[in-house]
Each structure stands twice: as C-alpha cells, then as structure tokens.
C-alpha cells in the first residue's frame, strides 16, 4: 500500500478488459436458503446464526455484507469458504459446492483476525501459502515480493510476524489472500486495525482490485468504509438478511428534493418557486440528497429490533435504479 | 541369552502379521460402513442417504488422487518449522546428559558390557522418540484449532488428508533428525564406553611346559591385569603367534612392543568384535523322550521357563536339530555353533563346572550318526561348540559336508550325559552361526524399529487429535502405545486366561475381600456379571487385533544380544508399520473431512 503506483502483481489477465456490468455479469456466489443452527450436545438448537439467506454476487461487483456483531456476516464467509457446513440450503461459489476444496484454487481469504503462524517470516508465510496453490517456486518467490511491496513489508520482510504490529499483521494477511491471483476475494473487516492512512490504502487497493475484473466480498460495520467503496450491500441482523441493493439506491431519499442551484437571488428564489408552482423554469440541479450508510444501517437495526421476523427483502433493479432515481420500496410488508 | 521372536521371510512375515490387522481393520471397516449408512438414512433417507455416502467416499477417493506432493511438504516443512520451534531439540540436549551420567553407572565389566550399554542407549532413545512423538502429534492440530491459523489453511485449495499427512511426515522428519543424532552420540558413546586395552608384563608370563615334538605348542602363557572387569588368557605358540582367549565375549590383538622403561611388554590392541551382529542360522526341534519316542516337546519341569522343556540326563532323552540349510560354501572350515542352554540341576553337584552334555550329527538320510561331542554347559551361559569339517565316528574320520550334510540338511541331537540333570530348550537355543554383519548397519536396523514406532505414534496421534482435544488424543495415544506394548497381557485378560476373572467379577472380589482363587457364591448377580465381563472380554480381544502390535518394532534387543536384524524381518515390519500408519491416516482424514475446522 505503501507503493500505490504498483501494479497489483500478476493480475493482467483480467485487467485490460473493462470488468462487464454486474447484472449482465456471471454469479460468482449463490446460496439458496442457506442456514446455519450451532446446536448443544443433545441436538437442540442453541445458536440460528444463519436464516435462509438467499444471495447472488456476480462477478466484478464489490459486494459488502453489513451487520452489527453476531449477525451471521462471519458465518457467511465460512459458509462460502467451505469452513463451516451449511444445516440447510446451498452455497454455490465460482459454480462449485462450498465444501469443495478444488473452488479455493480462484479465492483470496483474509480473516477478520490475521491468523497467521507467527513464528515465519512475511517471506516465509507467502512462500508457504504459494505452495498451499501448488504455485511453482520461481512463480512463488516472484509473487512474493511483488506482494511484499504492494503492502509495503519490504523493510520487514525478514522479521518473524510476531513482532508486527497489527496493521503490518493485517498487510501480511491481505498479501496472503492475493498470492494466488485469485478471482474472487473474500475480506472480513479488511480494515480493522488500521490507522486512517492505511485505510484509505486498503480501500484503495480494493478498488483497484475491482478495476482489474476481481470480485470482492467483504464484510464490516465500518459503515462509511463501505459506502465508500461497495457497488452492492446487503444488511444482515440476528443471521437474517434485512435489506439488499446498490447503495446509491439504498441511500435515496426518495420523499424529498433537493435543489442545487448556483447564485441565487432572492428574486429568483421567489421566482423559481413560482416557477416550480407552474412547473416551468430551469433548473440548475434536482436531487435526491443521500443519507449516509450509517443512517441506513441504524434505522434497519432498530426497525429490526422493533419488529422482530422476517422483512421481506426485494432486491432494487440495479441499472436503473441510480439514474431515474425511483424508490424502491423495501418497508416491511 | 537368545532372541525369542521367530523371525520370518518377507511375504510369511507380512501375511502373518499384516493379514490378522487387516482383517481386524477390515471388519472395523465394513462396521463403520454400516454405521454410517444408518447415519445418513437417519440424516436423509435411505436412497438420498445411501447417495450422500457413496459422494462422500468418492470424494475421499479423489482426495487421494488429486494428493499434491507440493502441498503436502509444504504442510509437512509448516509442521518441521513448529516444531523446532516448540525446541524438540532440547530433547538431544537431555539425550546427552542422561548419557553424561550414565557413563557412571553402566556396568563396563566383560559380556554384559555391551549389551548394557546398548540396552541402555536404545531405551532410553525410545522412550524420548516415543514421548516426543506423543506430545508433537497430540497437541499439534488442535493447538492450530485453537489459535484458527487452521483456517487460512483449509481456506486453500488442501484436501483433509493432505493436512494430516503433512503433519505426520514433517514430525516425523524432525523425529528422524533428532534419532539419527542421538543414534550418533549414542554410536560414539557405546564405542567410546567399552574400547580398552590391556597390557602384559613380562613378570605376568609364565613359560609353560611342552611337548616338543608337537607341531605348534603352546610355550608362554600369561593373565592379563583386571580392565573392565574382565581379564584375558593370553597364549604364545612356539612359532610365534599370540592368541588372546575371548572368554568374556571379545578378543583383542596382541602385539610385543618394548616399553619406554626398556621392558618387553605385550601390547592388546582396541577389543575386537565386542559390538557384533551374530547371523543366526536356526534349525527345528524335535525331541526323544526316556525311551527314545519322538516328542514335540520335553518334560515341564515347572514355570521358571515356560517356552523351554527339558530332556532327562543320562537317558535315550535328546533334543534333535534339523538344520536345512547349512553349506559348504558358507562354512568352508566347519559349523560354528552357539548352545544357550538351560540347566536344571535335581542336585547341585558342581556347581562351577558346568553339566556335561553331547552333540552327535546325524545324516538325516542314511542315518549315519557321529561319535559325541562332549561340553559343558552353565547356567545361563552362551556355549560355543565348533564341528570342525572331520567328525570322529564309529567309521574312522569323516568329512561334516560329504558324509553328515545332505543338500544342506543334517541333525544334531543333543543329550545331557549326567544322571538326573536336565537340559532345558527352545529352538532358538542353538543355531549356527554364519558369521558376523556389520554392525553399524544393525545399529541403524536397531534405529529403524524405534522409527517405526515413532511413525506409528505420529499418525495415531495426529489423528486422534482431528477429533480429540489435544490432551484426550494424547491420553489415546499413550494407551495405544501402551496396548501395543502390553499386548501379551491384554491377550491373557481377553482370553479370560487370568485369575479373578473380568473387571465386574474383579470389583465384586475387591469389594467382598476374596481373593482371585475362591469361587465366588452363587447369587442373582452371577449371571449378568459373567455375562458383562464376557462383553467387556470381547472388546478387548477385538482392541488386541486393532492396536499395532510394538513388541514387533521393538528390535533395540537383536542389537543388544549380539544378533543381526535380518532383512527380510526388517522389510516385513516396515511393510507393516508405514501400511499401519497409512490406514490411521486415512481415518485422520475422514475424521477432520466431517469436522467443521472454524
């Protein structure tokens, strides 16, 4: 991160071509009813981290899943990953069953916390999880240092990770989840642990991600993070999924306008609204101000909590959404 | 003493210790199968889950195919690199001490020395192989379990088995390293403890009388000082040959030097053949009882040696050797045997010399038989006997190979000559020996077998901790290592052979205070309790077939007696041992293939 300007390594397959639209785009993850229930000893259920959650993320899209803790945005990954076994419903991910090992060849996975083995060095690590790709040692060591200077380690490349710091942690973690190139890429909370700086960074680097055709999915409750960066989100509470859509549409505020008009007298202000009586005039600009995510994201948790139970969740029509600005009704029914 | 165990060729040794585990696993298997069937009907139904199964097994069968040698000793480096840095190799450091204090306390006297020595060495090497393989095995996964660094690696593209496999191969090449150093020190050390020398004085060298006429008497002879406990016999022949007796199992080469005071002394070189590795050639036994009946076996004269039965003394009573395959050509001057004889003495008599006994070879074809042979044999001595290649008999002089061998066979029987004594025997009692081997290289045989215990230890306990917490894999892991070593016992508890009966009868004796002989009193719970310790018999009996069985791996003690580790016993046990440790992983892989790792 600390070397902005270099190019992610390895990722020009798919960078020259502009990444396709994401309705058009192919599903990289699909789960259909998937459920996860922890049960006690005796099989009962204690735990419903997980309620039919139902889910597509096509490729090239930046995908965030948005929940306070113990939402069930952990318990998605390791789904997706394979990690965890679903008790009902299906995870499809890259056209494959979760569970099988073969669809990690095409993922990156960075962990909420860098569960790294602290007693190798950031060579080392990267060298050891090249090898995990069955990655040839010329493409490995290559890889690594290319990885090494993206995330700026260069100065400790040779010490052991257990004398990092927590965002040099974090770097070496994410340098792991890009060692193989990977086609699509799963972050928990890639940006905990860092200062503003590497934040800015971190998110920077995720969009560049997405420019060279990568899918990322990645989940948080550093809301404005997010806004910042994802094309779709979707707000899980108590493991079921409360709202799902572009964020630009989501964040409409669709029962006001806004008007932006530049020098404006007051005669003119008199006027124009006048004219906005008669529906005449011009109008410099007409908008919908948007809320910020974190707006968003309080009102479903506490609508959530008011109104226990399923809210029914369509998802916004992606294209249009943004442009005509409609507003799209999500309200529980 | 002698070696016990009877050693078979490659293929029989296989089937004979492989088959039975096989088959053991293989019901346990075919059970499994069953169970899981149940399972998944009970999940999903009986077609859908009869299908969930045969995915799963296909899909344990593609693990295997698609196995990456890369990945794997990338996860086994991950697992060398823990453990070095979990300091295994403090365990050579204490190696290293134990030995410094040691070296105080073996006995460094005569016979005994070396097999003291490398007794010591090779237990003491186990017990630190198999404690470290225990503790790196069984704490191993669940430690990355536990820390989660699991994840990052089952969120790669591994298959389940190749985690377990990775980690028992790189714990087993930390293992190695360490072995073969401390085999190293241990080698420098055994060497270092029993070299020694010995000087004779020339007041120390009596001349001796003789006669002659004689083609080469014997014309000095002297005692060398004590050394190691021992002293040697040491003759001059009149044409100039010294020849140091090697009474107390080794020999040295003599050599007259002159001193720097100006005296003439003799010199013996570093002992010679102290470290051996005898190459036993075994035959069978048969035995003739008092009136010259053939018998499978002697007279019991109690349990002091329960594998041994003796033959009367000065009766018909014989024990008889069939030797198949003695050569020409592999004993060109005549057949050097070993007798290890027990003797059980109805009067002491005397008690130093030893109780006379005969050898006669006998032609198993024509039945043309030798004059005898006379020893002496002692209680728990080694007696060496040569047949030289002319062999007095009721026909003049005869050559051993053309006129007592026939295509490499021949009998030899062996009677005790004095009025009520015994001799007691086993097979194994007396071979011919063909020749020593290197034995460095059965040093290094030695090591193989606590190699294959620790590969058998790793694999048990890497699996074991797929399922387990660290300290239940590492409680099932020593249980194992110690059934697979008690195995002789578990045997005699599951085949009911012991006193006092199964556990439930044993805690009815402890709790009414009877002892194991008394006959418990009929009453209502008779019955049920039969009916659990026979229950609890039967889990037993099928726990001996399942665990490894050690005692085959445990080969430190053909090294410390002096005996080769033959090849094909050897290849037979690694056979066995790395089948053993593959079939443990596999169900290591089964087992984390249906865990949830986060």
Not at chain 1, 103 to 128: H, M, Q, W
Not at chain 2, 394 to 408: A, T
Request: overall charge neutral; glycine content about 8%; aromatic content about 8%.
């Amino acid at each position: 991160m600390a070397n902005e300007t270099a190019d992610p390594p390895e990722m020009t397959a798919a960078s020259s071509s502009e990444p396709e639209r994401p309705a058009q785009a192919e599903v990289v993850i699909e789960t259909r009813n998937l459920t996860k229930i922890y049960r006690d000893f005796w099989g009962r259920a204690k735990v419903r981290a997980l309620k039919s959650l139902d889910l597509e993320v096509r490729q090239g899209e930046i995908f965030g899943l948005l929940g306070p803790n113990g939402s069930g945005k952990t318990t998605t990954i390791k789904l997706l990953l394979g990690l965890i076994f679903p008790t009902h419903g299906q995870a499809l991910v890259l056209g494959k069953p979760a569970t099988d090992e073969a669809k990690n060849e095409k993922i990156g996975y960075l962990p909420e916390e860098s569960y790294l083995y602290r007693f190798l060095n950031a060579v080392e690590t990267l060298d050891f999880y090249g090898r995990l790709f069955n990655m040839p040692a010329k493409v490995r060591k290559q890889r690594a240092a290319e990885l090494i200077n993206l995330v700026g380690l260069e100065g400790a490349k040779r010490r052991p990770l257990k004398e990092y710091s927590k965002g040099m942690t974090r770097r070496i973690g994410l340098a792991q989840a890009l060692i193989n190139d990977p086609q699509l890429i799963l972050l928990d909370e890639p940006t905990s642990g860092l200062d503003p700086i590497g934040t800015r960074e971190m998110k920077d680097l995720i969009l560049e991600l997405k420019a060279r055709g990568k899918t990322i999915v990645l989940c948080s409750h550093l809301l404005a993070d997010m806004q910042d960066i994802c094309d779709r989100i979707a707000i899980l509470h108590r493991g079921e999924l409360k709202e799902l859509g572009r964020v630009d549409s989501l964040l409409q505020v669709t029962d006001i306008t806004q008007l932006q008009i530049k020098d404006l007298s007051d005669e003119a202000q008199e006027e124009i609204e006048a004219v906005l009586r008669k529906h005449h005039g011009e109008l410099v600009g007409v908008n919908h101000p948007k809320a910020t995510l974190e707006d968003l994201f309080l009102r479903i948790v506490r609508e959530s909590d008011d109104h226990l139970g399923r809210r029914v969740v369509r998802e916004l029509p992606t294209e249009t959404a943004s442009e005509n600005g409609s507003p799209e009704k999500t309200d529980e029914s | 003493m002698v070696i016990e165990q009877e050693t078979l060729p490659l293929i029989e040794g296989i089937l004979h210790y492989g088959l039975q585990m096989l088959l053991a696993l293989g019901i346990l298997g075919v059970l499994s199968l069953i169970i899981a069937y149940l399972v998944a009907t009970a999940l999903y139904g009986p077609i859908a889950g009869g299908r969930e199964l045969k995915n799963f097994l296909s899909e344990i069968c593609r693990d295997w195919f698609y196995t990456s040698p890369r990945r794997v000793l990338a996860l086994a480096w991950l697992a060398m690199k823990e453990s070095i840095n979990r300091r295994v190799l403090v365990v050579a450091v204490i190696f290293l001490i134990l030995l410094l204090f040691a070296g105080w306390y073996l006995d460094n006297r005569g016979d005994i020395a070396a097999k003291m020595y490398l007794s010591f060495v090779f237990t003491s090497m186990s017990v630190l192989v198999i404690v470290l393989s225990v503790v790196l095995s069984a704490f191993s996964l669940p430690s990355d379990l536990n820390s989660r660094t699991i994840l990052l690696i089952v969120a790669k593209p591994v298959r389940r088995h190749e985690i377990v496999l990775g980690r028992v191969l790189g714990f087993l090449a930390t293992g190695t390293i360490l072995l073969a150093v401390m085999g190293g020190i241990s080698y420098f050390f055994v060497s270092r403890g029993l070299d020694h020398t010995h000087v004779l004085r020339e007041s120390e060298i009596a001349l001796e009388d003789y006669d002659p006429t004689a083609e080469n008497p014997i014309v000095k002879r002297g005692r060398t000082a004590m050394k190691h406990g021992h002293r040697h016999e040491v003759l001059f022949y009149k044409n100039g040959d010294i020849y140091v007796e090697d009474t107390p199992g080794h020999s040295h080469r003599a050599e007259v030097r002159t001193n720097q005071q100006g005296e003439e002394i003799v010199q013996l070189g570093e002992p010679l053949s102290i470290l051996r590795a005898r190459v036993p050639r075994y035959g069978t036994l048969l035995f003739r009882d008092r009136n010259g009946e053939l018998q499978d076996k002697g007279i019991n004269v109690g349990t002091e040696w329960k594998y041994k039965t003796c033959i009367e003394g000065g009766t018909r009573s014989a024990g008889i050797w069939t030797f198949e395959d003695l050569y020409e050509e592999e004993f060109p001057n005549g057949v050097p045997l070993e007798l290890t004889l027990g003797v059980y003495r109805s009067y002491k008599g005397d008690i130093d010399s030893g109780i006379l006994g005969s050898l006669r070879l006998r032609n198993p074809t024509d039945g043309r038989t030798s004059n005898p042979i006379l020893f002496r044999a002692k209680e728990y001595y080694t007696d060496r006997l040569f047949i030289p290649r002319t062999v007095d008999s009721p026909e003049g002089p005869l050559d051993l190979f053309k006129h007592f061998v026939v295509d490499g066979k021949v009998e030899m029987e062996v009677r005790c000559e004095e009025r009520a004594q015994y001799f007691c025997m086993a097979r194994y009692d007396v071979y011919a020996r063909a020749g020593d081997a290197p034995f460095s290289l059965n040093f290094v045989k030695g090591l193989t077998g606590i190699w294959l215990q620790m590969l058998l230890i790793l694999s048990v306990g890497v699996a074991a901790s797929t399922v387990l917490r660290g300290s239940v894999a590492m409680a099932l892991t020593i249980g194992i290592a110690l059934s697979g070593h008690l195995l002789d016992s578990l045997k005699t508890l599951a085949q009911g052979e012991n006193y006092g009966g199964g556990p439930l009868e044993a805690l009815i004796r402890i709790l009414t205070n009877r002892n194991l002989m008394v006959e418990l009193p009929n009453g209502f719970y008779l019955g049920p309790t039969k009916m659990f310790d026979a229950a609890m018999r039967g889990l037993l009996n099928a726990v001996t077939y399942i665990v490894p069985d050690f005692r085959l791996y445990n080969m430190a003690d053909y090294v410390a007696q002096g005996f080769n580790i033959n090849a094909s016993q050897l290849a037979s046990n690694i056979v066995c041992g790395v089948t053993y440790s593959l079939i443990v992983i596999i169900i290591g892989h089964l087992c984390l293939k249906l865990r949830q790792v986060a």
